[in-house]
Structures are given as C-alpha cells and as structure tokens.
C-alpha cells in the first residue's frame, strides 16, 4: 500500500463510493490522537496483556478450553426478555447444561431475573452482582462461555466488547420466538451427530477494478490463510474463489444447500447505508460480490451486486457452518459511531438505534438448519489489521484463530487471539498517544496501522453460542452430550445433498464418501466418549480415596453464629467465624496438628471438644472404607462377568 493514502473498506450503496475516503497517514493519526480509552478498560487490557505474554490467555490456569466442564457455560438474557425465548432455546440450555454441570452443578448458570443483565450496567458492575471481579475466568463464580440474549439496544455492544476480554462471548438475536428454536435445534443436531457436514473450507474475496481494498484484501489474507490451511489440514478439501470467482451466485451456494462447507471465510465490502435508510436496516452489512463494477463508477450500487438476508432462500440453509466475514458491519451497527473522525471527538449517529445485521440473523435462524456462528464486525473493518508499516503481511492472528478451529476449540477460545491482540494494540497505543501527548513526534503511518488494528480487534463479534465448535474437526477431550451413533455405525446416517463441483469426484463417489466420512467421525466420537468416561471414573475414585484415606476435623468460634456461613467449594466456614483447631489424619498415621499459641482455659476445654470429634470421625471413617471396599469388591465381581 502506498505511503500517502490509507484505504477503508466498506462501499457506501447509496453512492457507489467509500463509506470512508481514503485518508493520508496525517489525517489517521490525527483521528487516533483525538480517541480516549476508558482507564477502567485500559488498565485491564494491559493486566491482560501482560497475563497473556507470560502465561496463556483465556480461563484460569488449569482448566481445558475444550472442556464444558472444566470451562463452564452460562447464558445472560436481558432483564425484561420474554419468557417465551428462554422455553424456545430450552433444547440448548439442557443440552449445554448435561455438558457444563456434569462435574458441578455451578458451571451452568442461566443469568436470568434478578441476576440478568440490567440497562447501563458495565461488565464490572455486572460481574460484581455475580460475585466475580477482573482476573481470569473462574466458572466458580461466572461461567467462561457466556451468550448474550437480546439485542444491542437491550446489552449494548460495549458490554459485549468488555465482557469478551475476560470471557468467551457470543450474541443471539431474531425477531421471532421461532428462530430460537431453529438455531437450538440446529446447534443440539450438529453436536449429537444428527448429520454430517463435509471437512470443507471455502475462502470467498473479491477483487473488484480499481479497488485497492479488495485487492489488499485478496492478496494479502485470504490467498496466505487459504493456502496455510491447505498445508496444515491436508484431510480437509480447501477452495479459494478470488476476483472473477467471487460471484453473488457463488457466494449464495456457499451459503446455502449441498455445496455449504463447514468453513467459510469471505473478505470483501460490507454495504453501509444512511442513518435512517428505508433498507439500512435489512441491507446494512450485506456482502458486495465481484458482480459490481467498482469504485470508478459513481451510481448506487444494485442489488444483485451484493448478498443480503433477502438473497438467502427457505429451500435451504446453511446447515452447521461456521461462517467469518471481514466486512463492514457484517455483525452489526451500534447507534454511535464508535470513532471520532474530524479529531473533534464528537461522534455521530450511524443509526436511529443499534441493531445486528439482518444477514447473520437469517443464515442462524434458518428454517431448513442454519449456521452454527457468524462471526463479523460491529462497525467498521479496518485493513491495517493484517498489515504493519514494513513489515508487511500479518495474518498470524487469523491464522491462529483458524487452527485453534481445526483443533477442536469451541469458536469463543479460538476468538481468544483477537481479544489478546486487542489487549496489545490498547496498551501499545495508549502509551504511544501519552508519547506523543508529552511532546513525541509522532510517527503517522505508525499510528494510524496501530489504531486501525486496534479497532478492528475490537470489532470482531461472535453471533451465536461461544461453545460451538468446527462441525469435522477434532474433538480431543469433550465426550458427546447424547450421542445419535447408532444410527449413523447402521447405516442410516444422513447425508446432505451436494452439487458436484465442475471438476471432481462424481455424485456417487461424493455420497460414498460423505458416509465414510461419517461413519469416521461417529467412531472417533465413540473413542473420545470411552476415553473421557475412563477419565472421569479415575478422576472420581481419586477423590474418593483422597476422602476415604483422610479424616480432617476443623473446630471454630463465633460471637455470632448467625452471620456464620459455610462455603461448600473451600470446606471452610466464614462470615466471623474463626479457626481455633485444626487436626489432619493420614491412613499412613501422618498427622498435621495446629492450635492457638496461648492456650487459655477455654480454649483447653474447647480442645476437648475437639480431640472427641476426631474421635468419633475416625470411626467413622473406618466404617465408611469397611463399606467401600465392600463395594470395589462387588464392582470387580461383575467386571470378571462381563
């Protein structure tokens, strides 16, 4: 890219021009050094920075991403939802709680009533009322895998972006109780093995004459994302329709019927419209194909140019893709706009209120089995996110985000790279602005990639349930909730119907090889599901030989035992209550033994009170390991019968 111009995407429908024109690295950096970052904001991200940089990012230390379990997975509905939504998601929520509440009960929340989001909270303000503060993720006290339910007037898009740097967050909106149910039904069946998507990427760009934005963003992240998945994922088939290939006719094959991949990555223009357009509403965020003719002709842009919800038919849908759009409001549209663009920092309306784009909410609510996540930008996307000033191409973050995908993750851990980068560029760019601030030259070009970047970042959103995965992809440690296997090992597996491709295998062979796909896949689900019961039954009897082989006796005072609470997850009694003895026994006959330093005569007779509770614990004890090993015995007995 050339140095005196920064080139935006996004194509204004109305016009046929930019929504932004293309702007010097000057007028960039004068933008940026106008921006404020919230310091509550700005002194977590850089908290998250630094955790991130040492450690790894996401829940805290110990807990598999993968894993419901360990993770945990809530859902927040707004405070005036209707209760008809949360009966329409019902098969969700018992599916996501059979998973997360597996090992506890707490690790599925439904934050809902008095615990639901409530109008102008913060994420600070919200978490406060839950019981959780800033740090990593502890599905003790809030899940890590949270959906928001409701529109962004209901949970503003900026409690989504400060909630995702801690959490793994998705969104869900329709406009019909009905649509809910659809995208349950569509999530449980892709989890359950209720049919079978085939291992595809597609990448999707335009490159539209005389457009350097396309043209950047063809060559420079989808072509390199295209070809490193190919390289890493050689038992996937991956496809790259670029420039001339990049039809609106295309794109809607992806997007529906036999030819829809599990994966789907389209970069091009998202169409933006006026505040308070007759079609911003139903059209805002669509997807600009190579049918327009480009920037050099000034008249509105057709419709049959680009991809709206409209183009997405009933016949059928988009059945268990993950779809990612780099596009201009291809999630959705805040009412504000997020960043001043005079320096004046006054911001203007974009909207006559902030709504999700009407195209992901149709691919997710299908009628015929839609989208498992839509992933796109809230606001604008920024081209400087996959460039830097000399040094060039940057798509690590991209591409980490896709392997993570491939590896099993649930999308809100793969999206993880995003927040951490996010994280990065607010640090950096805060510090930099304080610089410059202080009397720094600034460097122009510099600063206006790192605050492109950083907007970008921030933009990303997430639409539908953080905790969906790739449909084909690994699945290492989470056992299937219900599996359908049976059907599928009997030869009764479904198999969507497919468009042979112009060059390729026949219609015959594709359908062979769909069902030994499937049958591959519901056996290395089979495999998974044994291996992690194996776990879990270890797991339990570690705990209950850890229970068995040890007795601890705890002895507390209180002036007021009605302030005095027990904790179940520490053992501990609190609210005043303090530990005066403290005794624990081995089997092996070591024993921990602490008192106060002075013991006074009270506490001599508390001490008795205390050595006869140890007493009748160790009785107890040895008649619950009598009992136990009864039963182990029993166990092996019907073990040698089968």
């Not at 994302?225 to 992806?254: I, S």
């Not at 933009?459 to 992809?473: K, T």
């Not at 006796?553 to 005095?564: F, G, I, R």
Request: contains cysteine; aromatic residues 8%.
């Amino acid at each position: 890219m050339a140095r005196d111009a920064v080139v935006f995407n996004g194509i204004d429908a109305t016009t046929g021009s930019y929504l932004l024109p293309p702007m010097s690295p000057q007028a960039v950096s004068q933008v940026a050094r106008g921006q404020v970052i919230d310091p509550a904001d700005l002194k977590e991200l850089r908290w998250w920075h630094q955790r991130a940089t040492e450690a790894v990012f996401g829940p805290k230390e110990g807990i598999d991403p993968r894993r419901l379990a360990e993770t945990g997975w809530g859902v927040i509905f707004a405070h005036d939802t209707d209760p008809a939504v949360r009966e329409a998601l019902g098969e969700l929520l018992d599916h996501r709680r059979g998973e997360a509440a597996s090992v506890r009960e707490r690790h599925y929340r439904e934050f809902t009533g008095d615990r639901a989001y409530r109008p102008g909270e913060s994420k600070q303000q919200f978490l406060a009322r839950q019981g959780a503060g800033p740090g990593p993720a502890d599905p003790d006290n809030v899940p890590y895998y949270l959906l928001l339910v409701g529109g962004p007037e209901a949970i503003p898009y900026a409690f989504q972006y400060q909630l995702d740097v801690q959490y793994a967050v998705g969104r869900l909106h329709f406009d019909t109780v009905e649509e809910y149910a659809r995208y349950a039904r569509t999530v449980v069946a892709a989890e359950t093995g209720d049919g079978v998507a085939p291992r595809r990427a597609d990448f999707f760009a335009t490159r539209n004459p005389g457009d350097p934005a396309t043209a950047l963003s063809a060559g420079e992240l989808v072509l390199p994302l295209a070809d490193e998945v190919r390289e890493r994922q050689a038992d996937w088939t991956v496809r790259a329709h670029v420039g001339e290939e990049a039809t609106k006719e295309r794109l809607a094959r992806l997007l529906g019927g036999g030819d829809t991949p599990a994966l789907l990555f389209t970069a091009t223009h998202g169409m933006g419209f006026p505040n308070g357009h007759p079609r911003q509403q139903r059209h805002q965020g669509a997807l600009l194909c190579q049918d327009w003719p480009g920037p050099g002709v000034q008249q509105p842009v057709d419709e049959r140019h680009y991809l709206s919800a409209d183009d997405v038919g009933d016949a059928a849908g988009p059945r268990g893709l993950i779809s990612l759009h780099f596009a201009c409001f291809g999630a959705g549209t805040p009412r504000w706009d997020e960043f001043a663009h005079d320096g004046s920092g006054r911001r203007t309306e974009l909207a006559p209120n902030a709504f999700v784009a009407a195209l992901p909410k149709r691919l997710l609510g299908h009628p015929g089995g839609g989208a498992l996540a839509v992933i796109g930008h809230v606001e604008r996307a920024w081209g400087y996110s996959f460039l830097w000033p000399q040094a060039g191409r940057q798509t690590a973050v991209y591409g980490s985000c896709l392997a993570r995908l491939f590896d099993g993750h649930p999308i809100g851990s793969a999206f993880e790279y995003f927040n951490e980068r996010y994280a990065e560029l607010s640090s950096d760019l805060s510090a930099t602005l304080e610089d410059v601030e202080f009397g720094k030259q600034p460097d122009h070009l510099e600063l206006a990639a790192m605050w492109t970047a950083n907007n970008d970042a921030r933009g990303f959103a997430i639409l539908g349930d953080p905790a969906v995965r790739l449909v084909g992809a690994a699945r290492r440690t989470d056992p299937v909730h219900r599996p359908a296997a049976t059907e599928a090992i009997a030869g009764r597996t479904t198999v969507p119907a497919a468009e042979p491709a112009a060059t390729g295998p026949s219609e015959g062979a594709e359908l062979d090889y769909a069902l030994m796909d499937g049958v591959r896949h519901t056996r290395e689900r089979l495999a998974s599901a044994l291996r992690d019961l194996a776990e879990n039954v270890g797991q339990a009897l570690e705990r209950a030989v850890d229970n068995l082989t040890v007795v601890e006796v705890a002895t507390y005072v209180s002036d007021d035992l009605s302030t005095v609470a027990y904790d179940s997850a520490s053992k501990r009694f609190g609210g005043g209550a303090e530990l005066r003895a403290l005794t624990r026994l081995s089997i092996d006959g070591d024993a921990q033994l602490v008192v106060p330093r002075d013991l006074g005569e009270a506490d001599e007779a508390l001490w008795r009170l205390h050595a006869g509770m140890l007493e009748q614990a160790l009785a107890a004890r040895a008649e619950l390991v009598k009992t136990g090993a009864s039963a182990v015995a029993g166990l092996l007995d019907a073990l040698k019968v089968v």
